[in-house]
């Protein structure tokens, strides 16, 4: 079984693959003072709770976005799993053309993405991905990734929002009845609601103006079902994108 860890900057989401199969999903937080050990211990307890050994574990691929964690996760792999992991980044076969400035620049997430969602959904296509950041990724109708576009995340605004304005504090993100806030509470989850929905929406509309074709819009990431339930202009939202991307790097780079 193939075990696929996406790495990001607040979470890790980790997969395990049985084939085409998504055996097992986690989630845990980024802790970058974590030694290989506190990982490997954690890994090896979340795999005993659903009966599977680390020698199930037959193949391992890491996508990161923190470089202090890449060495952890691959000592983590040679410990625990006894292998040598795949590692996402430049020379790996993808499948798309990337025409980006300086493709080094990319977070493999990016690409990891890019990469499921032509396979799933075809070209054109819009990624939108509501993580620590939210980002934006669009690939062409021959199949080119382009680039995209970044904005703080739904949870850094709202930090920035509630420390930095002495009168405002921290509120539950739901919401709202309405989105003329009768009170501080709700006038503040329409804003952050509603005011990301707006973001989504125009920056969508732009990129479908700049792509030829009808491009389907995809979401994934923490928020995406919520803001999808407000806007007719995400199409697909897929949880599990990136760890699929991970699946089919990981084919495709097997000899």
Same mark, same amino acid.
């Given at each position: 079984?193939?075990?696929? !860890?996406?790495?990001?900057?607040?979470?890790?989401?980790?997969?395990?693959?049985?084939?085409?199969?998504?055996?097992?999903?986690?989630?845990?937080? +980024?802790?970058? &003072?974590?030694?290989?050990?506190?990982?490997?211990?954690?890994?090896?307890?979340?795999?005993?709770?659903?009966?599977?050994?680390?020698?199930?574990?037959?193949?391992?691929?890491?996508?990161?976005?923190?470089?202090?964690?890449?060495?952890? !996760?691959?000592? +983590?792999? *040679?410990?625990?799993?006894?292998?040598?992991?795949?590692?996402?980044?430049?020379?790996?076969?993808?499948?798309?053309?990337?025409?980006?400035?300086?493709?080094?620049?990319?977070?493999?997430?990016?690409?990891?993405?890019?990469?499921?969602?032509?396979?799933?959904?075809?070209?054109?296509?819009? +990624?939108?991905?509501?993580?620590?950041?939210?980002?934006?990724?669009?690939?062409?109708?021959?199949?080119?990734?382009?680039?995209?576009?970044?904005?703080?995340?739904?949870?850094?605004?709202?930090?920035?929002?509630?420390?930095?304005?002495?009168?405002?504090?921290?509120? *539950?993100? &739901?919401?709202?009845?309405?989105?003329?806030?009768?009170?501080?509470?709700?006038?503040? *989850?329409?804003?952050?609601? !509603?005011?990301?929905?707006?973001? +989504? &929406?125009?920056?969508?509309?732009?990129?479908?103006?700049?792509?030829?074709?009808?491009?389907?819009?995809?979401?994934?990431?923490?928020?995406?079902?919520?803001?999808?339930?407000?806007?007719?202009?995400?199409?697909?939202?897929?949880?599990?994108?990136?760890?699929?991307?991970?699946? !089919?790097?990981?084919?495709?780079?097997?000899?």
């Amino acid at each position: 079984m193939l075990l696929a !860890f996406d790495i990001g900057n607040t979470s890790i989401h980790m997969g395990l693959w049985d084939g085409e199969t998504l055996r097992a999903t986690w989630r845990i937080g +980024v802790e970058r &003072e974590k030694m290989p050990d506190e990982y490997g211990v954690l890994l090896t307890s979340l795999l005993a709770a659903r009966k599977l050994d680390p020698t199930d574990v037959t193949a391992c691929i890491i996508g990161c976005d923190v470089p202090p964690l890449i060495p952890t !996760f691959e000592s +983590v792999c *040679q410990k625990y799993f006894g292998m040598e992991p795949l590692l996402v980044g430049h020379g790996l076969r993808t499948g798309i053309r990337i025409l980006y400035d300086n493709p080094k620049q990319l977070g493999a997430d990016r690409i990891i993405d890019a990469v499921a969602a032509t396979r799933l959904y075809g070209q054109p296509v819009i +990624v939108v991905d509501f993580g620590t950041a939210t980002v934006f990724d669009a690939v062409n109708a021959a199949g080119d990734y382009l680039g995209g576009a970044i904005a703080p995340g739904i949870g850094i605004a709202s930090e920035a929002l509630f420390s930095r304005a002495a009168m405002l504090y921290r509120v *539950q993100l &739901e919401r709202p009845p309405t989105a003329i806030g009768k009170n501080t509470i709700n006038a503040m *989850q329409s804003g952050i609601l !509603f005011g990301y929905v707006g973001l +989504v &929406e125009g920056l969508v509309e732009r990129f479908k103006a700049e792509l030829d074709g009808d491009a389907k819009v995809v979401g994934t990431g923490g928020w995406a079902k919520d803001i999808a339930r407000e806007t007719e202009c995400i199409d697909i939202v897929d949880s599990d994108l990136t760890l699929k991307g991970l699946r !089919f790097i990981y084919e495709m780079n097997q000899p």
